[in-house]
């Protein structure tokens, strides 16, 4: 299994409230990305990076910030927290844009 | 973007049939992925196929870039074999993939 683990695995928090969700890896891949899953949606692109520093938005960024200060390290960030946010986001992390992308566990987010 | 439709939605199969899975997708693709969605969430790869074929015991996947779809075959289906099959492709050299709504398998004892 690829090296890649969520923190934490399940949350609730309440609507306006700031959060934080880590993704941590030990392949030492430059890309790493932030997905969410939603009934009706699949998977849907959030925000990427492709290198310590090197980030950018994907189809669903409204309401979320990401840093990488780090190979390893991806932080998504919901700066005030709101109900449609209520989802599973999954990391995911490939070592080129050319190879295949390994997901880790997922985070089960719930905004009350 | 790139648009990526899964066909069937949802499939029923007794234990030991087979079965086809489809996948078109609008445009041209440098990646393609088939991953497994077991009950319990988690996402497993099957395939990184952006063309040709591939087989993997009773799996097997074909992805015909020119003609725009990828097909996932199951093969004497187990119990285990249910939950979601997602394609996902990605046009650029990035991986920021696209998946498709998933094809919902159950295969019952």
């Known amino acids: 299994d690829a090296g890649i683990t969520q923190s934490p695995r399940h949350k609730v928090t309440e609507t306006g409230t700031p959060v934080t969700l880590r993704c941590h890896q030990t392949e030492n891949h430059r890309y790493m990305y932030w997905y969410r899953q939603d009934p009706g949606h699949g998977l849907r692109l959030i925000h990427y990076?492709?290198?310590?520093?090197?980030?950018d938005k994907g189809e669903v960024s409204d309401g979320y910030s990401v840093s990488r200060s780090k190979t390893e390290d991806f932080l998504l960030t919901l700066e005030s927290a709101t109900s449609s946010q209520t989802s599973v986001y999954f990391c995911?992390?490939?070592?080129?844009?050319?190879?295949?992308?390994?997901f880790g566990q997922g985070t089960r987010l719930t905004v009350v | 973007g790139i648009q990526v439709e899964q066909s069937p939605p949802d499939l029923i199969l007794q234990e030991g049939a087979n079965s086809t899975l489809r996948c078109n997708f609008s445009?041209?693709?440098?990646?393609l992925q088939w991953f497994h969605q077991n009950p319990w969430g988690q996402l497993i790869n099957l395939f990184y196929?952006?063309?040709g074929t591939k087989q993997n015991g009773r799996l097997s996947a074909t992805t015909v870039a020119t003609e725009r779809y990828s097909l996932l075959y199951i093969s004497s289906s187990q119990t285990t074999d249910s939950g979601v099959y997602f394609c996902?492709?990605?046009?650029?050299?990035?991986?920021?993939?696209?998946f498709g709504g998933g094809t919902r398998l159950m295969v019952k004892p």
């Open positions: 995911a992390i490939s070592g080129t844009g050319n190879t295949e992308a390994f």
């Open positions: 990076s492709y290198g310590v520093k090197d980030t």
């Open positions: 996902a492709v990605d046009r650029n050299a990035g991986n920021m993939l696209t």
């Open positions: 445009d041209s693709v440098n990646n």
């Open positions: 196929i952006p063309s």
